[in-house]
């Protein structure tokens, strides 16, 4: 087994009296490492015939011409937008998007410009998301322990490393060692959402909407991944976004220099109700990650969304 195959463990335990189990996943928060089997390209020929490898060889010639097919549908779809449609409209704006999608370095990409307002927010979160998280700095400590305060206000502060941490859905008693991917940002989004939104906060925290999976998702790590998604799927680790949901972010950005943080409210209440609409246990939560992500797109592809406030699943929020 590769490096790179997911690993899995059950450790049982009891929070509040209440029996479970739970899985440990050494790549829960990497959507670097889907839940699909490895590819192995390097198929046996022996038993093929000749007759076989005509077929394969008249295969690729078929994918060949369709994709050189599709390469002209693209390049006339894109002149069509700009000549008919204009370069301002939405439609004009977006149908390049297609070719940059699934793009090489001969691909054309969008361009457009942003305000110094919006310059500025963009500046000011890609700096945010170049903090990892440091467990020996203070500030990310106190911020720690913070988190804890707001979850559990009713009780004592555990150390920094206890097994109580677990209760939170670390899956540790070491939390700093759960953020891999997410870095500090993840943690500040969790303290965001407890603040704004503390009845849904508990809520999710304590799982207590609808019927619950006898082996449920671990709420800190699952609002790591949901950081970690959001960062791929707005294409901020790149210089300038150019996906769909990351241009439309943009515009986000310049009515509310907290977008970021509100739509990871959004995108964690909306991945609660996509895993109980699909009764997912835990086995499912990359599934059910990748379907919150593409439901999060189509609500932010909305024309009439101008502010996270206007996105339909916002009104989950409490």
């Not at 049982?12 to 899985?23: F, K």
């Not at 209760?167 to 759960?178: A, I, K, R």
């Not at 939560?285 to 699943?313: C, G, H, I, M, Y």
Request: negative net charge.
């Amino acid at each position: 087994m590769s490096s790179k195959t997911l690993r899995r463990r059950l450790h049982h335990g009891d929070v509040d009296g209440r029996g479970y189990e739970q899985l440990e996943a050494s790549g829960l928060d990497g959507l670097n490492e889907p839940l699909l089997a490895e590819y192995d390209d390097k198929k046996h020929t022996e038993g093929q015939t000749l007759e076989d490898i005509g077929d394969d060889e008249q295969r690729k010639q078929q994918l060949h011409w369709t994709f050189l097919f599709s390469h002209l549908i693209t390049q006339w779809a894109q002149w069509l937008a700009n000549i008919v449609l204009g370069s301002g409209s939405l439609l004009g704006r977006f149908l390049p998007l297609i070719s940059a999608s699934e793009s090489g370095p001969s691909q054309k990409c969008i361009s457009y410009s942003l305000s110094p307002l919006q310059e500025a927010r963009l500046r000011f979160l890609k700096q945010r998301l170049e903090i990892p998280f440091d467990g020996s700095r203070v500030e990310h400590q106190d911020a720690l322990k913070q988190l804890w305060s707001l979850s559990y206000p009713d009780r004592e502060l555990p150390a920094l490393k206890s097994e109580l941490w677990k209760e939170m859905g670390w899956q540790g008693s070491d939390p700093s060692t759960d953020f891999r991917g997410g870095g500090f940002i993840s943690l500040e989004n969790l303290i965001f959402l407890a603040k704004k939104f503390p009845d849904s906060f508990q809520r999710l925290l304590h799982k207590q909407d609808g019927t619950r999976a006898a082996w449920e998702y671990p709420f800190a790590v699952a609002g790591i991944n949901i950081s970690f998604t959001l960062i791929q799927m707005l294409d901020l680790q790149s210089g300038k976004p150019f996906s769909v949901a990351g241009i439309r972010f943009l515009e986000l950005l310049k009515e509310d220099e907290m977008a970021f943080d509100n739509l990871y409210c959004v995108a964690f209440q909306m991945l609660d109700a996509q895993w109980l609409a699909k009764r997912a246990s835990y086995m499912e939560f990359n599934d059910v990650l990748k379907s919150t992500r593409t439901q999060l797109e189509r609500e932010l592809a909305l024309e009439d969304v101008f502010s996270v406030k206007d996105l339909p699943a916002y009104n989950l929020l409490r």
